[in-house]
T-cell receptor, first 111, second 113 residues
Framework: GENVEQHPSTLSVQEGDSAVIKCTYSDSASNYFPWYKQELGKRPQLIIDIRSNVGEKKDQRIAVTLNKTAKHFSLHITETQPEDSAVYFCAASVYGNKLVFGAGTILRVKS | EAQVTQNPRYLITVTGKKLTVTCSQN?????MSWYRQDPGLGLRQIYYSMNVEVTDKGDVPEGYKVSRKEKRNFPLILESPSPNQTSLYFCASSPLATRDEQYFGPGTRLTVT
């Protein structure tokens, strides 16, 4: 089955710097790659997603890139702010039925 | 208000005592799913349902049961809970399977002693 690895497990950045979180997946049939943000004590919420027919997608300070050949995708957050501090999860979906998540990255933005 | 609700939010129980965690959505979503969240392991899918009366196993289905008799409800049943099922559980729904944004419920923290 699909396996998703996520790195790093923790990431500390200074406010205003950029943060990059990387994920790799194993099943070349995966075609949908969402990113979820989970603040402490709250539910996960979608922040951005990308489908396999697109290489990059941006939404204000957040961007996701996808390299299908290498089977990896990354989340980029620019101009980080303290409210970006949270746990971020990548995920991969195979044929739209099952969603497999990475283990998560704890992002700390220091002000 | 469009939402996914779960009950109870917190539950402490003993080994072997059957329990049900309810999940309900008011968005007419076809797809519903249950996940458990454990430190260092992320979110792992337990069961999912593509529509009424259609359910399938996720990655960690052992010890759990589900049913989907109505479109809005997707209860998670633990017939004989064990301590290794102590976890944070999330229900989620989406309009059409996992190719769309999943809307998560608030979570249920379960402790089995």
């Amino acid at each position: 089955g699909e396996n998703v690895e996520q790195h790093p497990s923790t990431l500390s950045v200074q406010e205003g710097d950029s943060a990059v979180i990387k994920c790799t997946y194993s099943d070349s049939a995966s075609n949908y790659f969402p990113w979820y943000k989970q603040e402490l004590g709250k539910r996960p919420q979608l922040i951005i997603d990308i489908r396999s027919n697109v290489g990059e997608k941006k939404d204000q300070r957040i961007a996701v890139t996808l390299n299908k050949t290498a089977k990896h995708f990354s989340l980029h957050i620019t101009e980080t702010q303290p409210e970006d501090s949270a746990v971020y999860f990548c995920a991969a979906s195979v044929y739209g039925n099952k969603l497999v998540f990475g283990a998560g990255t704890i992002l700390r933005v220091k002000s | 208000e469009a939402q996914v609700t779960q009950n109870p939010r917190y539950l402490i129980t003993v080994t072997g005592k059957k329990l049900t965690v309810t999940c309900s959505q008011n968005m007419n979503h076809e797809y519903m799913s249950w996940y458990r969240q454990d430190p260092g392991l992320g979110l792992r899918q337990i069961y999912y349902s593509m529509n009424v009366e259609v359910t399938d196993k996720g990655d960690v289905p052992e010890g759990y049961k589900v049913s989907r008799k109505e479109k809005r409800n997707f209860p998670l049943i633990l017939e004989s809970p064990s301590p290794n099922q102590t976890s944070l559980y999330f229900c989620a729904s989406s309009p059409l399977a996992t190719r769309d944004e999943q809307y998560f419920g608030p979570g249920t923290r379960l402790t089995v002693t």
